[in-house]
């Protein structure tokens, strides 16, 4: 399991496990998107909570990336 911070160009920061890297587009399974709450806390959901239950693996096109990086180890925790 590969952990990772995803910024999208959209100003989502998505965690998710990253299981693949193609040329032009990555996959990743489990994402949830960082969510300001209340008093400086965040909060996580779903990144796309209309998708199918059985959908796994979401590809996502490299052009929409702004970066990918380690996220913070309480994150991964979590």
Do not use: H
């Not at 990555?26 to 806390?41: E, F, R, S, W």
């Not at 965040?42 to 979401?58: Q, Y």
């Amino acid at each position: 399991m590969t952990v990772k911070l995803i910024r999208m160009w959209s100003g989502e920061d998505v965690i998710a496990d990253l299981s693949e890297e193609k040329s032009d587009s990555i996959v990743i399974t489990n994402p949830i998107v960082a969510i300001p709450a209340q008093q400086g806390q965040i909060g996580f959901a779903p990144w796309s909570p209309l998708i199918s239950e059985k959908v796994k693996d979401l590809e996502v096109i490299k052009k929409y990336v702004v970066y990918i990086s380690d996220p913070q180890e309480d994150i991964v925790d979590q």
